[in-house]
């Protein structure tokens, strides 16, 4: 780049400003204020990691007698089963090797960002029929 382009372009645009010990200052100042949000953002994330670890979520869905589901469950399904217990996540921040298949318990790794994860626990079990329940209770 030729010294003529920031001193006829750059510097009159204020798109640059010549290197002062003020400048400087100010760029490190600023670096500073945006390392310290990020510090922040970093502890929030390591918080809501703690906390989603401490969770366990159920989740109904069809299976047959041998504990095969008739679909799947997948990241779609724990985000909105987490929305249900007030947390936000993103279906790309949970990590499945594969849809559930089956019934049983899972632990499921959530991704939160910045090598911020969690491991979530997630119950698959049957679908309770409302009729099934109501004559069970009348016995």
Known sequence: MKPGFAKNYLLPQGLATLASDHHQRMVEKHRARLQSIEEQRLAGLRTLAANLSEQSLTIEANANDEGHLYGSVGATEIVSALKRIEFTVSDDQIRLEGPLKE??????????????ESALKVWVVPTVNEDTAASENAS
Not at 103 to 116: N, R
Request: no cysteine; charged share 15%; aromatic share 8%.
């Open 103 to 116: 019934l049983g318990l899972y632990t499921v790794k959530v991704h939160l960002g910045h090598e911020v």
